[in-house]
């Protein structure tokens, strides 16, 4: 389970299962466990306005720097 957090105000956004390795380019929907986001259209924002990426059909398109990952 990762914890992904807004890379400005460190507010947490998604709590997600990832399972392969490597960057986190996009969330599936289907694997995000708790949505703390605030959506505004296909915009995916944290509670603060910093956006942090679209949502595209099944996942959210993840804006690289917008945020931090932690957990496994």
């Given at each position: 389970?990762?914890?992904?957090?807004?890379?400005?105000?460190e507010a947490k956004v998604f709590r997600y299962v990832k399972i392969s390795k490597?960057?986190?380019?996009?969330?599936?929907?289907?694997?995000?466990?708790?949505?703390?986001?605030?959506?505004?259209?296909?915009?995916?924002?944290?509670?603060?306005?910093?956006?942090?990426?679209?949502?595209?059909?099944?996942?959210?398109?993840?804006?690289?720097?917008?945020?931090?990952?932690?957990?496994?």
């Open positions: 389970m990762m914890v992904i957090k807004c890379a400005e105000c490597g960057r986190l380019w996009h969330c599936w929907d289907n694997r995000i466990m708790k949505d703390y986001s605030v959506r505004d259209g296909a915009e995916v924002k944290c509670q603060c306005g910093n956006l942090i990426g679209n949502h595209e059909g099944e996942w959210v398109k993840m804006k690289q720097g917008a945020f931090t990952c932690s957990g496994s």
